[in-house]
């Protein structure tokens, strides 16, 4: 089973700033890892998918980069609304069985 | 459009049964290529993926789960069914019910996300 580290588990940062957040595979996972920003009480979204690819209404100051086992997830310049947990999340090749990160919570500096 | 809704009991005694149902529209679980599934989140913890149903009704689970788990699904209702045996004070979570999307066409290409997610379900285990 491919286990997702994430990293840091805090980030504290302040608006304005550049936010970036780590993801690494146990074993390659080629470009097929995803992204996901959840915010208190609410179910997690969708931001990136294929590693790079973001997803319907995600703006542009959020982009993710990396092949293999590392993976990074920037957002470019925080907005107040950016403040969340983060997870990463990729499924194995076979059976298809799917996992998550940990999460990294991005805090107000 | 796409909308998933989780419902099922609060509050649940420790070794008794869970059942959730998620109830969707705006896609149909008989399309070929379409999966839904389950996760769950204890409070304050990570995401922890729990079962996957196909079109074709093939069903895979967590491994540390699959003993415990059974999903089902009615294509007429529009309805997928998770059922959890035995259940404990660390299965209190929120569950989540959500469609997998897939840039690959199939929820079995090695592309494959949660593109919907349903509101969530707060379980407690407690007698």
């Known amino acids: 089973e491919i286990v997702l580290t994430q990293s840091p588990a805090t980030l504290s940062l302040s608006p304005g700033e550049r936010a970036t957040l780590s993801c690494r595979a146990s074993q390659s996972v080629s470009s097929y890892l995803a992204w996901y920003q959840q915010k208190p009480g609410q179910a997690p979204r969708l931001l990136i998918y294929d590693a790079s690819n973001r997803a319907t209404g995600i703006p542009a100051r959020f982009s993710g980069s990396g092949s293999g086992t590392d993976f990074t997830l920037t957002i470019s310049s925080l907005e107040p609304e950016d403040f969340a947990v983060y997870y990463c999340?990729?499924?194995?090749?076979?059976?298809?069985?799917?996992?998550f990160g940990q999460g990294t919570r991005l805090e107000i500096k | 459009q796409v909308t998933l809704r989780e419902s099922g009991p609060a509050l649940v005694k420790p070794t008794q049964t869970l059942t959730l149902t998620c109830t969707f529209s705006?896609?149909?679980?008989?399309?070929?290529?379409?999966?839904v599934s389950w996760i769950r989140q204890p409070p304050g913890k990570a995401l922890e993926w729990l079962a996957l149903i196909d079109w074709d009704d093939d069903k895979y689970y967590s491994t540390s789960l699959k003993t415990r788990l059974t999903i089902s699904k009615d294509t007429s209702k529009n309805q997928v069914v998770l059922t959890m045996t035995n259940m404990d004070p660390v299965d209190t979570a929120t569950y989540y019910c959500?469609?997998?999307?897939?840039?690959?066409?199939?929820?079995?290409?090695?592309?494959?996300?949660?593109?919907?997610w349903g509101q969530g379900t707060l379980v407690t285990v407690s007698s």
């Open positions: 705006g896609f149909s679980l008989s399309t070929s290529g379409m999966c």
């Open positions: 959500a469609r997998i999307g897939s840039s690959g066409g199939s929820c079995y290409s090695r592309s494959v996300y949660f593109d919907y």
């Open positions: 999340q990729q499924r194995s090749n076979w059976p298809p069985l799917i996992t």
